[in-house]
């Protein structure tokens, strides 16, 4: 199965900073991954599918790029509704793997 | 709008099984690809298996194939999880989702306990 390693696992931003998490895919997955960004108590919410494409109605805070297998997911400046859990999953062959998640808390 | 209706909480014994539903309402599952997935408490997220209804072959995680089916349900546009041979490991919360990932259920915790 293709793993996806996210990096950091934890991060600690203040509003208004500019961040970025990585997903490394273990062999290629095309422009296949996507970014969730998921609350307490929620079920994960897409932001960006097809490596850097906005999904519709989100902020364009966010963006994401890819680089052959290494994938990020940048929010420009960050607001207070943003600090959440990120995932990034693959969609280019089953199993559908997902990346351990990144924990964006408030500095 | 296609929106994804979960059934409701379970709690479990070990060694028995559970059923999940997840229903589309305001539309037809015919074009939408399902996944499953789900998330023990404090942890990440773990893809369990998807399906395309109208080719009706599911494909699922290793880690749990032989525990595992996913079927649908055309007439109702109910996809189904079913998880057999429970362990408090499986204790989580269980979401359906599109396989695009744009459209998710509300998630039904299974507790499994003794």
């Known amino acids: 199965a293709i793993q996806l390693t996210q990096s950091p696992s934890t991060l600690s931003a203040s509003v208004g900073d500019r961040v970025t998490i990585t997903c490394r895919a273990s062999q290629g997955v095309s422009d296949t991954v996507v970014w969730y960004q998921q609350k307490p108590a929620k079920p994960p919410k897409l932001i960006i599918f097809d490596a850097s494409t906005l999904e519709n109605g989100v902020p364009p805070r966010f963006s994401g790029t890819r680089s052959g297998t290494d994938f990020t997911l940048t929010i420009s400046s960050l607001q207070p509704e943003d600090f959440a859990t990120y995932y990034c999953?693959?969609?280019?062959?089953?199993?559908?793997?997902f990346g351990q998640g990144t924990k964006l808390e408030i500095k | 709008q296609v929106q994804l209706v979960q059934s409701g909480a379970e709690v479990k014994k070990p060694g028995s099984s559970v059923k999940v539903s997840c229903k589309a309402t305001?539309?037809?599952?015919?074009?939408?690809?399902l996944n499953w997935v789900r998330q023990a408490p404090g942890q990440g997220l773990e893809w369990m298996g998807g399906i395309i209804p109208i080719f009706e072959t599911p494909t699922y995680a290793q880690e749990i194939q032989g525990r595992v089916t996913i079927s649908t349900d055309e007439p109702t546009s109910t996809a189904y999880l079913e998880l057999s041979s429970l362990t408090v490991a499986d204790t989580a919360v269980y979401y359906c989702a599109t396989h695009r990932g744009d459209l998710w259920g509300q998630g039904t915790r299974v507790t499994v306990s003794s």
């Open positions: 305001g539309g037809s599952f015919r074009s939408h690809a």
């Open positions: 999953q693959q969609m280019y062959v089953y199993p559908h793997t």
